[in-house]
């Protein structure tokens, strides 16, 4: 069975730190991009794309919102991505999904905004940010 399972959620205070993990089984994250993808709480809230990485973990890139603050990466070999999330803020509380694009090599903003080509999703893990 192919899945994606998210881990690392928690409750942080702000300006705290998290790492969350994306862990493929059932297929080989080395042929798919991987984003990061989150919804806050509340009647509206639409998902946010947050950040990129692709196949090769060599090209990545950011929502505004959280530039400067959160890095993606991966690694094949563990076919596992992650994002380090720093100096987080209560507006960052989100429940944080993972999902994988085949064959994108290169990370482009449309892929945070176009979910149609993502073939896989995680089941998501919550973040709350707050004192």
């Known amino acids: 069975q192919e899945q994606l399972v998210e881990s690392g959620g928690d409750l942080v205070q702000p300006g705290g730190s998290l790492r969350l993990s994306c862990s493929g089984s059932?297929?080989?994250?080395?042929?798919?991009?991987i984003g990061w993808f989150r919804r806050a709480p509340g009647p509206g809230k639409e998902r946010e794309g947050v950040?990129?990485?692709?196949?090769?973990?060599?090209?990545?890139l950011y929502a505004d919102s959280v530039k400067g603050r959160f890095t993606i990466s991966k690694d094949n070999g563990k076919n596992t991505a992650y994002l380090e999330m720093g100096s987080l803020r209560p507006e960052d509380t989100a429940v944080y999904y993972c999902?994988?694009?085949?064959?994108?090599?290169?990370?482009?903003?449309?892929?945070?905004?176009?979910?149609?080509?993502?073939?896989?999703w995680g089941q998501g893990t919550q973040v709350i940010v707050s004192s």
């Open positions: 999902a994988a694009v085949h064959g994108i090599l290169f990370a482009r903003p449309f892929l945070l905004e176009d979910t149609r080509d993502y073939s896989h």
């Open positions: 059932g297929f080989n994250l080395a042929e798919y991009a």
């Open positions: 950040s990129l990485i692709g196949r090769d973990g060599r090209s990545t």
